[in-house]
T-cell receptor, first 114, second 115 residues
């Protein structure tokens, strides 16, 4: 079974804090993704990575950065958290090459920025 | 501009009946479509997919239909069961061979199965 784990299920931070969200997958997947889910907006792609040390911007990268130092780990960084970054953050991974593009998701981190 | 649209935020269906969830897309480059199911406080889980070379894919109680000319797909669940109550996301991809791009998701439809 594919396992994607996220370091925290719930996180509360203050405005201006630096926030790290960690994601680890155990299936040797090349691709890893960070999404955020907001009511009425669905899932929106923040960043993705198709290899170690490689990263690509998604649809809403502003205010975020990422780090992929090891194949199994993909970190999302909020350099200076703001209240509009309060959201559910979902990490996903997928195999490359894949003719099915199926992504496996972690359980999510509910981040609240006060 | 929303490329994947799920126009029904919620849908209520009686247990045992058919649930039909709809999804429309605008990007003609999309060639692979997926449905994900999400329970509260959990990550989405893959349900079923369809390639643009097919018009139907079936897996147990779940069937996805694709109408390329109308840029429309639908997910049929029959019979509907209480455990099917969840948010369903339609997703699309323009890369069927590489997988390097993220999926484009719709906003989701909250399916409620009434006993």
């Amino acid at each position: 079974d594919v396992k994607v784990t996220q370091s925290s299920r719930y996180l509360v931070k203050r405005t201006g804090e630096k926030v790290f969200l960690e994601c680890v997958q155990d299936m040797d997947h090349e691709n890893m993704f960070w999404y955020r889910q907001d009511p009425g907006l669905g899932l929106r792609l923040i960043y993705f990575s198709y290899d170690v040390k490689m990263k690509e911007k998604g649809d809403i990268p502003e205010g975020y950065s990422v780090s992929r130092e090891k194949k199994e780990r993909f970190s999302l960084i909020l350099e200076s958290a703001s209240t509009n970054q309060t959201s559910m953050y979902l990490c996903a991974s997928s195999f490359l090459p894949s003719s099915y593009n199926e992504q496996f998701f972690g359980p999510g981190t509910r981040l609240t920025v006060l | 501009d929303q490329q994947v649209k799920q126009n029904s935020p919620s849908l209520s269906v009686q247990e045992g009946r058919i649930s039909i969830l709809n999804c429309d897309y605008t990007n003609s480059m999309f060639d692979y479509f997926l449905w994900y199911k999400k329970y509260p406080a959990e990550g989405p889980t893959f349900l079923i997919s369809i390639s643009s070379i097919k018009d139907k894919n079936e897996d147990g109680r779940f069937t996805v239909f694709l109408n390329k000319s109308a840029k429309h797909l639908s997910l049929h669940i029959v019979p509907s069961q209480p455990g099917d109550s969840a948010v369903y996301f339609c997703a699309a991809s323009a890369e069927s061979g590489g997988g390097a791009d993220g999926l484009t998701f719709g906003k989701g439809t909250h399916l409620i199965i009434q006993p």
